[in-house]
């Protein structure tokens, strides 16, 4: 829900979204299939640790697309360390926070 709710606002602010499913929990779902994006947005409704198994299975389907992890609980900033580049928002959460987190995450790396 939260993914759907930042993608709406996403929207409206002039970006261009691709929404894609993902259970965290239940494996990945649809996210095996490839598809064009700058950034997967993953909404996390499991409670941790079991959250936390998304990241490896995510940075593995998609080696090279930022990640920003949407979650109740923050994690550890080396769990953030091993899955860059990757950014992790803590619900609930404010849009400017969510816009600054993207902006990192799509910013021409050098």
Same mark, same amino acid.
């Given at each position: *829900? *939260?993914?759907?709710?930042?993608? *709406?606002?996403? !929207?409206?602010?002039?970006?261009? !979204?691709?929404?894609?499913?993902?259970?965290?929990?239940?494996? @990945?779902?649809?996210?095996?299939?490839?598809?064009?994006?700058?950034? @997967?947005?993953?909404?996390? %409704?499991?409670?941790?640790? !079991?959250?936390?198994?998304?990241?490896?299975?995510?940075?593995?389907?998609?080696?090279? @697309?930022? @990640?920003?992890?949407?979650? %109740?609980?923050?994690?550890?900033?080396?769990?953030?360390?091993? %899955?860059?580049?990757?950014?992790?928002?803590?619900?609930?959460?404010? *849009?400017?926070?969510?816009?600054?987190?993207?902006?990192?995450?799509?910013?021409?790396?050098?």
């Amino acid at each position: *829900m *939260m993914a759907r709710l930042l993608e *709406m606002n996403l !929207v409206r602010r002039g970006l261009e !979204v691709q929404a894609q499913s993902c259970a965290a929990c239940c494996g @990945l779902g649809e996210t095996s299939r490839p598809y064009a994006a700058d950034v @997967l947005i993953a909404d996390l %409704h499991c409670p941790a640790p !079991v959250c936390w198994d998304a990241g490896p299975r995510l940075r593995a389907a998609f080696p090279r @697309l930022p @990640l920003l992890l949407l979650a %109740h609980e923050r994690p550890s900033a080396a769990y953030l360390q091993a %899955h860059l580049p990757c950014q992790c928002l803590q619900k609930p959460f404010g *849009m400017a926070d969510a816009v600054r987190a993207l902006e990192a995450l799509i910013r021409p790396r050098a």
